[in-house]
């Protein structure tokens, strides 16, 4: 283990900015895609339902 | 063989194969990633040269290999769907392409977060840079290609062709740091060796495998929306839609 407190695992040595920053928006993207993901099977779903009741009709 | 791969080659069959098959995936990356960060900030070393802005490796260098890998994999599936006409190959590059362009981005952004420290700048435009932007600007292109086109066959084969033309930019890529004089350091891993610490080649290698994992995961949910787009006059998707 490097870190003696947590004030210095986050501070990195001074690269606290460019390290968290990095990885931040790292997981802030994934996170975003994860959300798309899920969202967009059901949306799809609903839409196609919603189509084929058009049609239907 | 008793398995007949052209059974899964069938949109319908491979529905429900992506869909068993994605949250595997989705586990064991999630699984994985726990391990490489905690690997990469509590038992990899403080660098010698960078101290502890080197960390960004553990995401930099993955996104970075999956930007370009996932781009030759949509060449491939591009070339397949070009020469054979399998619809399910044209729906596979459209399911990877997303992910794809947020993994550019990514190498990108933190690629400048840490040039910023190391190099004094936050973008320069040497060969590495600058080819690894054109990379975003094209999974960019192939999306907006796609969307612009309404007939999807049509836009298929557009999408294939760009992506095929535009593959002649990995390997500018990836043999940039070696054919011109980049800021950018040399590659960390050669088919000869490495000039890493082990501890630190295994937290970005389990890094690497983590985001390959996620890649397809995120993949086979994509194509599984996308299959029922394109198969919605189908019976088997009429079924679907029923009983959800």
Redesign the interface.
């Known amino acids: 283990m490097d870190w003696a407190s947590w004030d210095e695992f986050w501070a990195m040595g001074g690269y606290g900015l460019y390290v968290w920053g990095s990885y931040g928006v790292f997981m802030l993207a994934i996170l975003i895609e994860i959300i798309l993901l899920r969202r967009g099977q059901k949306e799809t779903l609903k839409r196609l339902k919603r189509l084929k009741t058009w049609e239907t009709q | 063989m008793s398995i007949s791969w052209f059974k899964y080659s069938s949109p319908a069959t491979f529905y429900g194969l992506a869909g068993t098959l994605a949250p595997w995936f989705a586990w064991s990356a999630g699984i994985l990633a726990v391990i490489g960060l905690y690997i990469g ?2 038992v990899a ?2 660098d010698f040269q960078q ?3 080197y ?2 490796i553990f ?2 260098v993955p ?1 970075a290999w999956m930007s370009m890998f996932i781009y030759l994999v949509m060449a491939f599936w591009s070339a397949v769907g070009l020469a054979w006409n399998t619809r399910l190959s044209f729906m596979m590059a459209r399911a990877l392409a ?2 794809g362009a ?1 993994f550019a ?2 190498s990108l ?2 690629g400048a ?2 040039g ?2 190391m190099w004094g700048a936050w973008w320069v435009w040497d060969a590495r840079l600058t080819s690894a932007l054109i990379l975003f600007f094209l999974y960019v292109g192939i999306m907006a290609l796609w969307s612009a086109i309404d007939d999807r066959r049509r836009g298929d084969k557009a999408g294939a062709l760009l992506i095929l033309v535009g593959a002649i930019n990995v390997p500018i890529i990836y043999f940039s740091v070696k054919w011109w004089n980049t800021l950018h350091q040399g590659a960390s891993i050669t088919p000869s060796g490495t000039s890493m610490d082990q501890i630190m080649l295994w937290g970005m290698l389990i890094m690497a495998i983590a985001a390959w994992l ?1 890649t397809i995961a ?1 993949a086979l ?2 194509v ?2 996308i299959i ?2 394109s198969e ?1 006059q189908t019976e088997w ?2 079924n ?2 029923e009983h ?1």
Do not use: N
Request: glycine share 2%; hydrophobic share 50%.
């Open positions: 900030f509590f070393p403080t101290g502890e802005a960390r960004v995401i930099h996104a997303p992910t947020i981005f990514l952004w933190t977060l840490w910023k420290p996620y995120a949910i994509r599984r929306s029922l787009e919605r998707v009429a679907i839609l959800k």
